[in-house]
């Protein structure tokens, strides 16, 4: 057996599995692995989680010639169903340039919706005598004004499309083992490596493990990395709805006194809307008859682009904060969920996930052309220092913005309209959160610049 800290230019692999492509946890056909004696590892990443992170991750490792074992919960069939997930996703240009960067551009070209322009305003509820939706004083935000190599704001994907390529991208790669379903149930750490069992009692073996498994995550639990966070009183309603009139590539985002409503550009006259309302408001409306949900979605919604149907059921998603206290422990790191949960507000939640992957596989990639493992102290602070900083600004940015706007109070009413006015009226400002808000600000790994990480 070779040491993963064998001096290799871009990672050869210490050890290939015999057997290539997608490990089917439910069939005789499953291989069984056990731990390598000694120090000798099956690959060189184990990542725990297989989601949108997941995937991600493994496809920027494998890009940079990282060996990486997959473990999943959840069964393919399940999560590609069209009914598992009804969010759309606010891409930011740079979380999809790292797509494009791994190969998925052409299969999510064809399904993206690009955001030409947001409109960030109050709202308010149409009532006998008063027009529902946008206040006259608002934040505007257009794509031309950038000029950037003619890039959108970011780019609507519907979960389920998501799901669909970053899975054939996965299984395009035989070199990813992808175990599933299947859950890591312990682990045991050294000062080589890491040692994880899974439910059936078979052992694998890595120089480090990635923990991508969700807010609940029980690498994040295993190692002790303790969270910090609330719950939020309210539920998010999640739905795609068909209209008569054409969006314009517009994303609209009203603070409305319950909390955000955001109505969000699909292909064709379609819009996906994230509707925030306090639990037991939003039960109400997740369980009224389609007329009666459509008369009050109305009421928020307003009459811009004329008369509205449902596509499809709708979704609640109750919303909280979480923040683990640090990324990284001994010979394991977080990424995604398992790190921080914020408020999707600006459905920036994702693209935080997505960055973590971009930095993580350029501090390994980097690391591990100098000779070191992966699991090595120096690449996993050096990943931390990238990412804690991002990621905690954003989620109290997030949580700020909440408690600022979703309320009825008049004098922060007033004061919050005239900012936004205010905001809209200095260029260089509107400038600036146009280009955080899609990725491009602050030190950019190689992926989220559209390069790739492949020697």
């Given amino acids: 057996m070779c040491s993963a800290a064998s001096k290799h230019k871009k990672v050869a692999p210490c050890l290939r599995l015999a057997r290539q492509g997608r490990i089917d946890a439910d069939t005789d056909a499953a291989l069984s692995f056990?731990?390598?004696?000694?120090?000798?590892?099956?690959?060189?990443?184990?990542?725990?989680g297989g989601g949108l992170v997941g995937q991600t991750l493994a496809l920027a490792l494998d890009q940079a010639g990282v060996s990486v074992i997959v473990i999943d919960a959840s069964k393919p069939a399940d999560?590609?169903?069209?009914s598992f997930d009804g969010r759309a996703f606010a891409i930011a240009f740079a979380s999809y340039r790292m797509w494009r960067s791994l190969g998925?551009?052409?299969?999510?070209?064809?399904?993206?919706?690009?955001?030409?322009?947001?409109?960030?305003?109050?709202g308010s509820l149409r009532d006998a005598g008063r027009r529902g939706g946008p206040s006259p004083l608002h934040l505007h935000f257009d794509r031309a004004e950038l000029n950037e190599d003619g890039e959108p704001l970011g780019l609507m994907l519907e979960a389920r499309y998501v799901r669909r390529a970053l899975d054939n991208g996965v299984k395009a790669r035989p070199s990813i083992k992808m175990i599933q379903?299947?859950?890591?149930?312990?682990?045991?750490r050294d000062p080589a490596g890491v040692t994880v069992t899974l439910a059936d009692g078979k052992s694998l073996?890595?120089?480090?493990?990635?923990?991508?498994?969700?807010r609940r995550s029980f690498v994040r639990g295993a190692v002790g990395i303790r969270t910090i966070g609330w719950d939020y009183p309210v539920t998010a309603i999640v739905a795609t709805i068909e209209h008569e009139k054409p969006h314009g590539a517009v994303a609209h985002e009203f603070f409305l006194p319950n909390g955000p409503f955001a109505i969000l550009p699909l292909k064709g006259n379609r819009s996906n809307i994230v509707w925030a309302e306090p639990r037991a408001a939003a039960d109400a409306l997740l369980k009224m008859n389609?007329?009666?949900?459509?008369?009050?979605l109305g009421r928020r919604f307003g009459d811009f682009l004329g008369e509205l149907s449902l596509e499809g059921p709708r979704f609640g998603y109750p919303l909280s904060l979480q923040l683990a206290e640090?990324?990284?422990d001994t010979r394991v790191c977080l990424a995604g969920d398992s790190a921080h949960g914020i408020h999707p507000l600006a459905g920036q939640g994702l693209n935080l996930g997505l960055k973590d992957c971009a930095a993580l596989a350029e501090c390994i990639a980097d690391g591990m052309s100098l000779g070191l493992d992966p699991g090595e102290v120096s690449i996993l602070e050096r990943y931390q220092r990238w990412r804690r900083f991002d990621n905690v600004s954003m989620a109290l940015g997030m949580e700020f913005f909440d408690k600022m706007f979703s309320n009825s109070?008049?004098?922060?009413?007033?004061?919050?309209?005239?900012?936004?006015?205010?905001?809209?009226?200095?260029?260089?400002?509107?400038?600036?959160?146009?280009?955080?808000?899609?990725?491009?600000?602050?030190?950019?790994?190689?992926?989220l610049r559209g390069e790739s990480l492949a020697a």
């Fill in 79 to 82: 999560t590609l169903a069209s």
């Fill in 326 to 328: 640090r990324m990284i």
């Fill in 409 to 447: 109070f008049t004098p922060l009413r007033v004061a919050r309209r005239v900012g936004l006015a205010a905001v809209n009226g200095v260029g260089p400002a509107r400038r600036f959160f146009m280009k955080y808000a899609g990725g491009g600000a602050g030190d950019l790994p190689k992926l």
């Fill in 34 to 48: 056990g731990m390598s004696n000694g120090s000798g590892f099956d690959a060189d990443v184990i990542l725990s």
């Fill in 290 to 296: 389609e007329a009666d949900f459509l008369a009050e």
């Fill in 205 to 214: 073996r890595a120089p480090l493990l990635v923990g991508a498994d969700g």
């Fill in 181 to 188: 379903p299947m859950s890591v149930s312990a682990l045991e």
């Fill in 104 to 122: 998925l551009g052409d299969e999510l070209d064809a399904v993206a919706q690009p955001i030409e322009e947001i409109m960030v305003t109050d």
